[in-house]
Nanobody
């Protein structure tokens, strides 16, 4: 069993920054991909960014240049640094870890961008 604990969400003004963290624990062996998704009210859950075990990253077009994903393979933690936040970034953010043959989701953390 794998547990994911997310933190770092909150309320921020447009143009501000937040840093999300997601720590994985439990029966973890060779996490392949760690990723962040988000889901706004009434919308589907969409990929925001991901990072492979080797450090290759990928981003949705809407966050390129503003968000940075990173990971600590020793601590099994993934981070999402979010800069220049916009109201459209408001959503519940979920982390996902992908192992061989399985994947797990965090409980989600709310990010609200509003003045």
């Amino acid at each position: 069993q794998v547990q994911l604990v997310e933190s770092g969400g909150g309320l921020v003004q447009p143009g501000g920054s937040l840093r999300l963290s997601c720590a994985a624990s439990g029966s973890i062996f060779n996490i392949n991909v760690m990723a962040w998704y988000r889901q706004a009210p009434g919308k589907q859950r969409d990929l925001v960014a991901g990072i492979t075990r080797g450090g290759s990253t990928f981003y949705s077009d809407s966050v390129k240049g503003r968000f940075t994903i990173s990971r600590d393979n020793v601590e099994n933690t993934v981070y999402l640094q979010m800069n220049s936040l916009k109201p459209d970034d408001t959503a519940v953010y979920y982390c996902q870890v992908v192992l061989v043959g399985s994947s797990y989701w965090g409980q989600g953390t709310q990010v609200t961008v509003s003045s």
